[in-house]
Nanobody, 122 residues
Framework: HVQLVESGGGSVQAGGSLRLSCAASGVTGSGYCMGWFRQAPGKEREGVAVVNTGGSTSYADSVKGRFTISKDNAKNTLYLQMDRLEPEDTAMYYC?????????????????WGQGTQVTVS
């Protein structure tokens, strides 16, 4: 049974930083992707950053150079370090997992989702 629980969201001024965490259970071993997605009001859910079991990463163009995805396999935790935040980054952020090595930031690939954590940048 896969469970994903996000934390770390909040309100921050433009230019600030936040670090999101996703505690994962039931996602172990090899052959899976994990990632961060976001959805702003009135907009479709979009991929932010993903990582496969080998550690290869992909980012949306809008966050390259500002966001960093990482994972701690010992703690079964996924992170998203967000620096130089912009008002356009305001959204609900979701952690997701997919049982495939062919990772992409396409949300339709992902089967398992957390409940989300809100990020607001003003």
């Amino acid at each position: 049974h896969v469970q994903l629980v996000e934390s770390g969201g909040g309100s921050v001024q433009a230019g600030g930083s936040l670090r999101l965490s996703c505690a994962a259970s039931g996602v172990t071993g090899s052959g899976y992707c994990m990632g961060w997605f976001r959805q702003a009001p009135g907009k479709e859910r979009e991929g932010v950053a993903v990582v496969n079991t080998g550690g290869s990463t992909s980012y949306a163009d809008s966050v390259k150079g500002r966001f960093t995805i990482s994972k701690d396999n010992a703690k079964n935790t996924l992170y998203l370090q967000m620096d130089r935040l912009e008002p356009e980054d305001t959204a609900m952020y979701y952690c997701a997992a997919a049982t495939t090595e062919g990772c992409s930031i396409w949300a339709g690939l992902y089967t398992y989702w957390g409940q989300g954590t809100q990020v607001t940048v003003s």
